[in-house]
Nanobody, 121 residues
């Protein structure tokens, strides 16, 4: 059974940092690309970032470039999202999502339950 479990969310002040983690199990982690997707309160899903199967290629939504860094540790079956210079508009539930192939795609076949990030003073 595929499982994706996010952690690391919480309350942070504007300008602060958080690192999200996603522990993966039930599939061969290093065979698949992974993404982070978020949903702000009352809004739709927004793609944040993606990473190829070996971490060699990374992709970001425009508003996250320079502030967020996606990475993975295939030995630990874990995906990460380092978020710096956080803004109030980054407040959202952040989901880890598995791509159906080794390269990022605009669709995902498995999702975690999400971790809430609240940016507020």
């Amino acid at each position: 059974e595929v499982q994706l479990v996010e952690s690391g969310g919480g309350l942070v002040q504007p300008g602060g940092s958080l690192r999200l983690s996603c522990a993966a199990s039930g599939f061969t982690f290093d065979d698949y690309a992974m993404s982070w997707v978020r949903q702000a309160p009352g809004k739709g899903l927004e793609w944040v970032s993606a990473i190829s199967w070996n971490g060699g290629s990374t992709y970001y939504a425009e508003s996250m470039k320079g502030r967020f860094t996606i990475s993975r540790d295939n030995a630990k079956n874990t995906l990460y999202l380092q978020m710096n210079s956080l803004k109030s508009e980054d407040t959202a539930v952040y989901y880890c999502a598995k791509a159906p192939s080794s390269w990022p795609s605009p669709s995902w076949d498995y999702w975690g339950k999400g971790t809430l990030v609240t940016v507020s003073s």
